[in-house]
């Protein structure tokens, strides 16, 4: 099967720079059509994804990992959404319950390694069902959003679910995502308001204090604020250059390649 790297898209990711979300998510929609999704956790950039699909009349399932221990604040949103903008969000949750993970494992959430295999089965392994249904997810990293996130591609193959992430927000600021929600007054998970400036679990996510790093509550107990779940492969490894196995004619549309099948 032939294969598309990161490396391959290392032009068009260029060329993707200048274009704005609206643009990227009619891209995404014009080149996988039903073979799309989105995803999301609630959290403003999602939302902010969520509302443009709305207003262009973009319908696309959303995936929304519930990992059994979220914020009822973060429930009550999805729900909301679905209300609000008549989206089709696909909830998907990890096989065993959280007390029942408890119960053969222990409290794994307390140390690092443990953390690791938590998020890997409550977050990670819930979105391998969808393995094979999708070719390209809609998902809401901001490079503006620091750390690991500091550099992420608009594009990103994902060897895992053997798909192409897309960022639409990559490029968005703090100021135009601020902007934006109050411009279209966009649903919000209220946890914002409370100083929670990126949302998980209820387990492993407290609020930010004022001159904080935006992920400082995030695994706050673990240290030192850099702790990232596994569920966007580019926050883990950002240094490799993963492939996907793709159909040619689908690579060479991503790519612009125009094929003359004559010669
Ligand atoms: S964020 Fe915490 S509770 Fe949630 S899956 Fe990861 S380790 Fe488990």
Not at 165 to 184: C, G, H
């Amino acid at each position: 099967m032939p294969r598309l790297t990161q490396v391959d898209l290392v032009e068009l990711n260029r060329a993707f720079d200048d274009r704005t979300p609206q643009e990227l998510l009619q891209w995404a929609l014009e080149m996988f059509g039903t073979r799309v999704a989105a995803m999301s956790s609630m959290q403003e950039s999602g939302n902010v994804i969520c509302h443009m699909m709305h207003v262009n009349s973009i319908e696309l399932p959303v995936l929304f990992v519930d990992t059994g221990v979220l914020f009822q604040e973060t429930l009550d949103t999805r729900d909301l959404l679905i209300k609000s903008y008549g989206l089709n969000i696909r909830t998907l949750r990890p096989v065993l319950t959280m007390q029942e993970q408890t119960e053969r494992h222990g409290v794994l959430y307390l140390s690092p390694e443990g953390q690791k295999e938590c998020c890997e089965m409550r977050k990670s392994a819930p979105l391998d069902a969808i393995k094979g249904e999708y070719e390209g997810l809609i998902t809401s990293l901001r490079r503006a959003d620091g750390g690991r996130r500091g550099v992420c591609p608009i594009l990103a193959v994902d060897p895992r679910l053997n798909l192409l992430r897309i960022n639409p927000l990559a490029n968005f600021s703090d100021e135009q995502l601020d902007r934006y929600i109050q411009q279209n007054a966009v649903v919000l998970n209220p946890l914002h308001k409370q100083g929670f400036s990126t949302i998980g679990c209820n387990r492993c996510t407290t609020p930010v204090l004022p001159g904080e790093p935006k992920r400082a509550g995030r695994w706050r107990h673990l240290g030192p604020w850099s702790v990232y779940c596994g569920i966007n492969p580019t926050d883990l490894d950002p240094e490799r250059s993963p492939s996907v196995d793709f159909h040619q004619e689908l690579i060479d549309r991503i790519l612009g390649r125009q094929t003359d099948f004559m010669i």
